[in-house]
């Protein structure tokens, strides 16, 4: 994610990508555009050079690009070594360092020493390298060989001075990621996002005002209605709402139509008058129906309601009462019939009664995030004023659009300067602390940021705003899970790596449509957060995010009304193109009643196969594997998931759903017994 200002698109119609200008005195290097680019190429976004372009005809020459035409093209930059006090080369295609000049024959060669390094499938007459020549790579867990200590350059991420960051994980792959994967997606060229860049105070305040909305939706449930809030019911409400959101923050609705979210009213709604949970033994269910009772006459006798609806729930639960006054050897599923038969009855009048209750709580909750934006969003672009940092007017979209591969947001509101965050480590747990607030992480799982910012960031190559870009993420994370134990659990779960790894093996899956940089399989995704997340490698939220091709897994969030909107947003994509097209779709299998989501993945025209892993037999990895310990990373699921295989006819016939393809994705789903 970085800075950016837009270049006119080519007007061709082939793929490629325009490397982004930076703002804050860095912009992207796009010197060496070719007007002959052959047909169906398609140029790297994320190898972008934040170093100013030659310098016009009669200026100074310029010294990064003092060099020949042919090496200019094939990525080579001349670059000045303060350390060393003299100058290196880098190919930005490769990220190869060279002290001495590459030689033309060899850099112009198919032959790559990393694929290739034995040479046998060079061709015939192409130069080998001298054995002298020094080469400097991406860091590497190999040993340096002695007689090369002293010659070869450190990577550029462990010279960041004034980095908070002493070095950069060796290794783009771990056994719970891999970054090495490629992308396939294809998407319109985009214009740059005027979003402020997060900011440690304004995440605080962020978390302040939505815990106090947590706390107030408590207080509502109780005084008005005599129940407790619905578990979860506030973090499927943030979820609904941002279905159809068009306010400026990204996690707290402000500009919503309706204002009623159909969520929050329906959970509330379940638990009226009573909460009703499966009983486990014969005393249970007898006591909760004599609960649900006395709650259904007492409510119908103290608010407003026809005369007909006090008739019909006082006849049903006197009935109740004679009844179980009269029943004494009724059997366990005598009580959760008549239970059953009870709510049948009384629930629609009970839910004309609380009607306007419900609906009220619902507007004061959507109300106050209104007005908690409004704050938040001042409070911001103050700061940012203070930093001589200006609100902008939208960015035009480009004109005529080019195919580009998918690359992470891009923003053209600069960073302010951070403030001061201080890292601490203890074992295998890392602490960051801003002012007196703390945000912790595994140690793996903060290497892992550190990776995905050095792959998607390209305005802070010192690494200066990483930690305070860490610690708003963690926060902002934080604060959305929620604030009791275990709150958001189910927020973050995610599909176990030999599925991953089967999806891309086999069907060809590069992108999750779900995901965070928390709990990333690939390095391209979509997020909920697309300021705190495009550093790390979102491409933003998945229904404002228009793939043209590719292959993706989508694991939605269970919530009913953003699965929904998922299924007509795939519907839409998949029928306006024509390259292949294949969405991979991981949904619960809620048959009591099914709901809507489901039964339109079902029945939708682009459905090519489903199939079913049943319950406890597969796993997620657990929602806080970024903390947890290791031993809990593998939660086995309660209930069973449907895969489903939404194609067009050319994502078919390239990624189709054949019986030995999905026989290798069941047998990497089946669950793994923890080692001795």
Not at 25 to 36: E, L
Not at 106 to 120: C, N, Q
Not at 499 to 523: D, I, K
Not at 540 to 568: H, W
Request: hydrophobic share 35%; glycine share 6%; net charge neutral.
């Amino acid at each position: 994610m970085s800075a950016v200002t837009t270049k006119p698109s080519d007007q061709s119609g082939q793929i490629a990508i325009v490397p982004p200008i930076i703002m804050g005195g860095q912009r992207g290097d796009n010197s060496d555009k070719t007007t002959d680019q052959k047909p169906g190429s398609v140029e790297r976004r994320d190898s972008v050079t934040s170093i100013p372009s030659p310098t016009p005809s009669g200026s100074s020459p310029d010294p990064v690009h003092d060099l020949p035409p042919e090496l200019l093209q094939a990525g080579w930059r001349k670059f000045w070594s303060k350390r060393e006090g003299r100058p290196y080369f880098f190919n930005k295609l490769n990220n190869e360092s060279l002290w001495e000049m590459p030689q033309l024959g060899f850099h112009g060669s198919v032959h790559d020493p990393m694929t290739d390094p034995l040479g046998i499938n060079t061709p015939e007459g192409t130069p080998t390298p001298a054995t002298n020549d020094v080469r400097l790579s991406r860091q590497s867990v190999e040993m340096i060989p002695q007689n090369l200590i002293g010659d070869k350059r450190r990577p550029s991420g462990e010279m960041t001075l004034g980095s908070p960051c002493k070095r950069i994980a060796a290794f783009n792959y771990s056994p719970f990621w891999n970054f090495d994967v490629p992308t396939n997606c294809v998407i319109h060229e985009r214009a740059p996002l005027i979003i402020p860049a997060p900011h440690p105070d304004i995440e605080q305040m962020r978390a302040q005002l939505t815990a106090k909305l947590r706390q107030n939706y408590q207080e509502l449930c109780n005084s008005r209605e005599g129940i407790e809030a619905p578990v979860e019911s506030f973090n499927r409400w943030l979820l609904e709402r941002k279905v159809v959101d068009k306010g400026p923050d990204m996690m707290l609705p402000s500009q919503c139509i309706p204002e009623v979210s159909q969520s929050m009213y329906r959970e509330i709604m379940n638990d009226i008058p009573v909460k009703l949970v499966k009983p486990k033994y014969i005393g249970d269910a007898r006591k909760q129906l004599f609960k649900y009772a006395e709650a259904a006459k007492k409510m119908i006798e103290t608010r407003g309601s026809t005369s007909e609806s006090r008739k019909v729930v006082k006849w049903n639960t006197e009935d109740t009462f004679t009844w179980l006054r009269r029943q004494q050897n009724a059997s366990y599923e005598d009580f959760l019939e008549r239970l059953a038969h009870l709510k049948r009855q009384c629930q629609p009048h009970l839910t004309e009664a609380a009607k306007s209750s419900v609906e009220g709580i619902c507007k004061k909750i959507y109300n106050q995030s209104c007005e908690a934006v409004k704050r938040i969003v001042e409070k911001h672009w103050e700061m940012l004023k203070e930093n001589n940092i200006h609100r902008m007017d939208p960015l035009p979209e480009p004109p005529i659009p080019r195919k580009v591969l998918c690359y992470s947001i891009q923003t053209a509101i600069p960073s302010p300067r951070p403030p001061i965050i201080e890292r601490a480590a203890d074992n295998d747990i890392i602490s960051l602390r801003f002012k007196n607030e703390t945000v912790k992480i595994n140690n793996s799982h903060f290497h892992k940021l550190e990776q995905l910012y050095k792959l998607n960031c390209r305005d802070d190559p010192r690494f200066e705003q990483f930690l305070l870009r860490v610690w708003c993420l963690l926060r902002r994370y934080q604060t959305y899970f929620g604030i009791h134990t275990n709150e958001g659990f189910g927020l973050q779960g995610a599909l176990p790596v030999p599925v991953f790894e089967c999806l891309h093996r086999v069907f060809g899956v590069t992108f999750e449509c779900f995901a965070s940089p928390l709990n990333c399989y690939f390095r391209q995704f979509c997020s909920a957060f697309g300021d705190t997340d495009g550093y790390f490698g979102s491409r933003g939220t998945i229904l404002n995010f228009f793939p043209k091709s590719g292959s993706f897994e989508a694991n939605p969030p269970f919530c009913e009304e953003l699965m929904e909107a998922m299924v007509d947003h795939f519907e839409s994509l998949l029928h306006e193109s024509q390259d292949p097209l294949s969405f991979i779709v991981f949904v619960p299998e809620w048959r009591d009643p099914p709901t809507e989501a489901l039964m339109r993945l079902e029945s939708s025209p682009f459905k090519r196969k489903q199939i079913t892993f049943p319950a406890y037999e597969h796993e997620y990895r657990n929602g806080f594997q970024h903390i947890c310990p290791k031993t809990d990373v593998n939660v086995k699921s309660l209930h069973g998931t449907l895969a489903i295989f939404l194609q067009n006819d050319a994502g078919y016939a390239k990624w189709g759903p054949s019986s030995e393809r999905v026989k290798e994705l069941l047998l990497a789903a089946k669950a793994r017994d923890p080692l001795p």
